[in-house]
């Protein structure tokens, strides 16, 4: 983290977790535990607690996302809920491009960026996912792949909107593996990813970009990762259903 630079945030990622009832009892268990947190405090929660975790993080230092967002305002797309939807919900902010919506759910690269576009269009504060599979890994194309699928997220975008958006470096193979990178793999994708933004928006934008690292991110390994001047937090998916794991993390990112 360069906290001198830009905003440290963890963000948790509960994906298909928790009725509106267990959101209650999760929320009700977190908000003690971070409420001195000295970085930005995320929960992604599904569509179905939006209501529940806007409400009981009122006046708290806890900021709630969705988990995706259409590009169009309204219409026939069965399934989906638009960002202006989200934002009269009292939602802040909104996961995009996640590897799972991209691999289960036929996200590409367009719809990432439609999405996001319309995100920031309606007021809402974005979390774009990229990441690499094992093969792209092991085939040495993670840089150019990564890097493409952020050219691709930000098409059309200013460096004004780059203010609202948080890139979260997610290599696939570390998504709920128990796998994590190591603290080099993670910052050293981070590293390219903001040698990207620098590229196409210049070094002030790229310095005051936060870019997250996700994937198997825990209690134990957290301290390692954030101690890297390139990783500014994290997405946290299975440690962000467990509120005292959770705020482990949220303490480390406070330093
Ligand atoms: C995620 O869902 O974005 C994630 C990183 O999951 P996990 O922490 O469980 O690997």
């Not at 590897?99 to 269009?121: I, P």
């Not at 609202?164 to 990178?181: D, H, R």
Request: proline content about 2%; hydrophobic content about 40%.
């Amino acid at each position: 983290m360069n906290k001198a630079k830009r905003n440290a945030v963890i963000a948790g990622n509960w994906k298909m977790n928790k009725t509106a009832s267990e959101a209650r009892e999760l929320i009700d268990g977190l908000l003690p535990l971070v409420k001195d947190a000295g970085c930005t405090v995320i929960i992604g929660v599904p569509f179905t607690d939006i209501h529940v975790a806007v409400e009981m993080t009122k006046g708290s230092n806890v900021h709630v996302a969705a988990q995706n967002c259409h590009f169009e305002a309204s219409g026939a797309f069965t399934g989906e809920v638009s960002a202006p939807m989200l934002k009269e919900e009292g939602v802040e902010y909104v996961i995009l491009g996640h590897s799972e919506r991209r691999q289960y759910f036929a996200e590409t690269d367009e719809t990432v960026n439609k999405r996001a576009r319309a995100a920031l269009a309606n007021g809402l504060k974005t979390i774009i996912c990229v990441g690499e599979s094992l093969d792209q890994r092991e085939a040495g194309v993670t840089k150019e792949f990564v890097c493409g699928q952020v050219v691709a997220a930000l098409e059309e975008m200013t460096a004004e909107d780059l203010k609202n958006v948080i890139i979260a470096y997610e290599p696939i193979w570390a998504i709920g593996t128990g796998k994590t990178a190591t603290k080099e793999q993670a910052a050293e994708v981070c590293g390219f990813i903001r040698e990207t933004v620098a590229e196409k928006y210049g070094q002030d934008v790229a310095d005051a970009l936060t870019i997250q690292y996700g994937g198997s991110m825990n209690a134990k390994n957290c301290d390692e990762l954030l101690s890297m001047e390139d990783i500014d937090g994290g997405l946290i998916g299975g440690a962000s259903l467990k509120p005292a794991d959770f705020s482990v993390i949220v303490e480390a990112a406070s330093k």
